[in-house]
């Protein structure tokens, strides 16, 4: 595993499609923990209208052999900036693919999408049942309550 991000200067991709994630050795293979990456101002373009759509991600997993390092996941979230996209397109995409090439034991992601047109849309996935034992904290993120 030869990280192409770290301690490296990289450009943000053009889109997710070119995004590369890069993954490393879990130092602490063999017992089950939770790592949660928080995204509070992550952006994507609403394939429509395109305008942009913004979210708070919050992506807890749970580590097989590798972990995703995080200079390159928060250049693959910053890709999403000029990618059109659904609100569950997004969200989903980026589970899938997180858990599709990292196969961690288990993997949920939140989207929590600030409105546009007066309706905010929450968005969650996930790989299946988290591991027996595995400590599951609330994601944190109130839901939407406009001004009131």
Known sequence: MNPLHLGQTSALPASPDVATLDYVPNPRMGRPYLVRFSAPEFTSLCPVTGQPDFAHLVIDYAPGATIVESKSL???????????????????????????????LWLRIGGYWYPRGGIPIDVFWQSGAPPEGLWLPDQGVPGYRGRG
């Open 74 to 104: 928060k250049l693959f979230l910053g890709s999403f900036r000029n990618h059109a996209g659904f609100h569950e397109d997004c969200t989903v995409g980026i589970g899938e693919r997180l858990f599709e090439e990292m196969q961690p």
